[in-house]
């Protein structure tokens, strides 16, 4: 038996409607927490030997057809705020959105926090894997966050104690990040706009953003970028079942249709092996994959 809870717990929940891909399994338990209170006393209450995973907006995710076994934590809407705490910086829950962040910085006249809105994400996930567009990364803007630990325990962690690389973070497995602190910097809300407004323009000409993707699949190698590597590799287009790698964006993987969760992981293991046959470069994953083989 679980814990009891004030929020909502799910069994056998369906997870493709909440990811980006649109495909997989079910979670075997789906917890979408009241608030940190709630979230703390079920986890420290929690057989500790049932793992744990956070799902933010399911973007830069593949959940195998198998399903996650565990506990899903999902952060709605009593974890997406966002405050200003003085003329710099922005205090924010674990389920805001990165277009939210943004947008309530531009209002509040909070320059230097414009990347977010091109992160598909939350704030939990982009502080967890230290998302970054255009040249800067969450570990630029970060002061703080504040983590529900597997144990249940609560903890502030500051950003130097996060063990920040690329596209990567130190946190624990099974912490969730429920809030985070941000700073920018003062500036006009024409100018924070007029930058939004050139992001979100570079990206719909370079991506594609309305169809079914994870975002973007592998890491950038160092001294060149996974596109360039994946292009020459002859795999713009390359397709498994209705898995298929982007036209538009060498370093998407789409799910035209019916892919599932196999053949778009599949097909990502294929372009590994081609690039790796062709330029000798080891692409990274970038997606998270996570769950069992159906």
């Known amino acids: 038996m679980l814990p009891k809870v004030r929020g909502k717990l799910t069994a056998n929940a369906p997870l493709a409607p909440l990811v980006w891909f649109k495909s997989g399994g079910a ?3 789906l917890f979408e927490p009241a608030d940190a209170s709630d979230l703390s006393d079920f986890l420290r209450e929690l057989d500790p030997a049932v793992p744990v995973m956070g ?3 399911g973007s830069n995710l593949i959940v195998r057809d198998g399903g996650v076994l565990g506990v899903v934590v999902r952060l709605g809407k009593a974890f997406a705020g966002v405050v200003r705490e003085d003329s710099t910086t922005l205090a924010c ?9 943004s947008s309530k910085a531009r209002d509040w006249g909070i320059g230097g926090v414009e ?9 939990g996930g982009f502080v967890r894997m230290n998302g970054g567009a255009y040249g800067r990364e969450t570990k630029d803007v970060l002061l703080s966050c504040e983590v529900v ?4 325990q609560r903890k502030i962690l500051g950003v130097e104690q996060l063990g920040y690389t690329y596209r990567h973070s130190e946190l624990p497995e099974g912490a969730i990040v429920v809030s985070a602190a941000f700073r920018g910097h003062i500036d006009e809300p024409a100018a924070i706009q007029a930058e939004m407004d050139r992001i979100a323009a570079a990206r719909e000409e370079s991506q594609p953003l309305r169809s079914k993707t994870g975002g973007s699949t592998f890491k950038n190698p160092e001294g060149t970028k996974a596109w360039a590597v994946i292009d020459a590799a002859g795999c713009r287009g390359l397709r498994k079942g209705d898995a298929q790698v982007s036209e538009k964006h060498c370093n998407f993987l789409l ?3 019916e892919a599932t969760s196999a053949d ?5 293991e294929e372009v590994r092996a081609k690039v790796k046959a062709h330029s000798g470069v080891n692409l990274e994953w970038e997606i998270q ?3 069992v083989t159906g």
């Open 27 to 29: 979670a075997e338990w």
């Open 55 to 57: 799902l933010g907006l």
């Open 93 to 101: 829950g674990g389920g805001a959105s990165g277009i939210l962040v």
């Open 115 to 123: 990347f977010l809105r091109s992160i598909p994400g939350t704030v």
């Open 149 to 152: 630990l597997r144990s249940g």
């Open 255 to 257: 799910n035209l249709g």
């Open 264 to 268: 778009i992981e599949g097909l990502g």
């Open 289 to 291: 994959r996570v769950g």
